[in-house]
């Protein structure tokens, strides 16, 4: 079985300090997909090239302190794409795919931020370019090889993915137009959201963020905002699927899936 967790660090420094190599440790994943780990290069020198023995590769972003995402995996890449060719939000650090090719196959594991709009109308609009630059990438990619792509995508798909879903209707990450790309993708995209593929009428066992307010966490006020998005074949090999909830490493929670996969 080969495990790919995605997590959202908010601050590899954070997360690292609150046990999360510890619980890699224990969990043995193949690879781990991290975003937002606010760190540029010379942070992570000397200390987080690698975890738990998983070797880590990145996009950092040019603003210190903010986004970046990275793949830590067991694994030697053939190639490592740094980027999606978005002169803007290749500067923010938020995508770094890596390919595993063979005569017989070609496939890619992608760490993938998208951007929040919650801050304002400004970044809202950010979030709008993003998607509908990410859109044709992804399906040019899909017409190429397999992938799964694993990130903090900050929209909550269904009524069913967050708690509080009437009190949302107006705010980012739950916005009709939000919604609607999601939808597009899964089905004229292609795409397979792999965690409802294997649970789906799971509610708020599906939870993956919390906000930081008001106890949300403590009483289970969630959102489903983390993915794995697979092309068809790949997410055909899924077999479990597991959101840790013991430890607290960051806002987000691990989504695990195990794929019956070799590279």
């Known amino acids: 079985m080969f495990k790919l967790v995605s997590l959202n660090l908010n601050g590899i420094r954070s997360a690292t300090s609150k046990g999360l190599e510890s619980w890699l440790d224990q969990t043995r994943p193949d ?3 991290v975003q937002e780990v606010k760190a540029q ?3 992570v020198a000397g200390r987080f090239e690698a975890l738990a023995g998983l070797r880590g590769y990145f996009h950092f972003a040019e603003k210190k302190g903010y986004s970046g995402v990275g793949v830590y995996t067991r694994h030697e890449p053939s190639e490592v794409r740094i980027g999606y060719g978005s002169p803007e939000f290749d500067a923010e650090g938020r995508y770094v795919e890596l390919r595993f090719d063979t005569p017989s196959a070609k496939l ?3 760490s993938c931020y998208f951007p929040s709009g919650s801050s304002g109308e400004e970044r809202q609009q950010a979030k709008f370019r993003f ?5 044709p990438h992804l399906q040019a990619l899909k017409q190429e090889r397999e992938f799964i792509l694993c990130g ?11 708690k509080n879903w009437k009190g949302n209707l107006k705010n980012s990450g739950f916005l009709p137009e939000e919604r609607a790309w999601m939808t ?12 409802r593929r294997l649970q789906p009428e799971a509610t708020e066992a599906a939870y ?7 106890q949300a966490y403590a009483k289970n006020v969630g959102w489903r905002i983390d ?8 997410a055909a090999c899924a077999r479990t699927q597991a959101i840790y909830k013991g430890e607290k490493f960051s806002d987000h929670a691990p989504l695990t899936i195990g794929y019956d996969l070799k590279l």
Do not use: Q
């Open 31 to 33: 690879c781990i997909c």
């Open 184 to 195: 597009k993708l899964l089905d004229e995209g292609g795409l397979v959201d792999v965690y």
């Open 41 to 43: 290069a010379p942070d």
């Open 208 to 214: 993956t963020w919390w906000s930081n307010r008001g």
């Open 152 to 162: 903090d995508v900050n929209i909550a798909h269904k009524e069913m993915d967050l």
């Open 227 to 234: 993915y794995h998005l697979a092309t068809p074949a790949l």
């Open 131 to 135: 998607l509908d630059e990410i859109f």
């Open 108 to 110: 890619s594991l992608i």
